[in-house]
């Protein structure tokens, strides 16, 4: 009995000064998909923060895969003990290939890792998604979106040099 309350005693002081969370698109929960309804199958999902200078500050990764059999799933478990993350808003940021996602919750909250378990755990899922940041959502779906790469910037700037040519020389 005693060993048994040791036990249980370390392992509740092990976990003090760190937090954990889980993250999931498992099945009955959003999946992820393309602009195209195209469920995702190789992806990361990301969970973490942006600083005050709009930084992205990583606490996880896990791979898109399928999870029995149904694509366009993830699930992911990161135990940190930085207090930078605590009660900063959880984003969950999506990428596969050429697209991007990021969508958060108000009840998305990292935990204080000085807190004693559980309070120091939050998991978290995407059916529990309220705002798209990049991408959209429905009841069944986190969308994607194309990322603007480098291609579509240089457009943009060619289109912008091309109109004022065009000012310029009606002027002349």
Not at 13 to 31: E, H, K, M, P, Y
Not at 123 to 147: C, M, W
Request: hydrophobic share 40%; charged share 15%.
């Amino acid at each position: 009995m005693i060993k048994t309350l040791s036990i249980l005693l370390l392992s509740a002081l092990a976990a003090i000064g760190q937090s954990t969370v889980n993250w999931s698109s498992g099945i009955g929960q959003r999946d992820v998909t393309d602009p195209y309804g195209q469920p995702v199958t190789v992806g990361t999902a990301k969970i973490g923060f942006f600083n005050s200078g709009g930084d992205w500050v990583n606490y996880g990764t896990t791979d898109i895969r399928d999870i029995f059999g149904e694509p366009g799933r993830f699930a992911g478990v990161a135990t940190q003990s930085e207090e930078a993350f605590r009660w900063e808003r959880i984003y969950l940021w999506i990428e596969s290939g050429d697209y991007v996602g990021i969508y958060t919750s108000t009840a998305w909250i990292f935990p204080d890792p000085l807190s004693l378990p559980p309070e120091n755990t939050i998991s978290i899922n995407t059916s529990q998604v309220e705002q798209a940041l990049v991408g959209s959502f429905d009841d069944k779906h986190l969308v994607l979106v194309p990322e603007p790469g480098l291609g579509v910037l240089f457009l943009i700037a060619v289109a912008f040099c091309f109109i004022f040519i065009l000012k310029f020389k009606t002027r002349c």
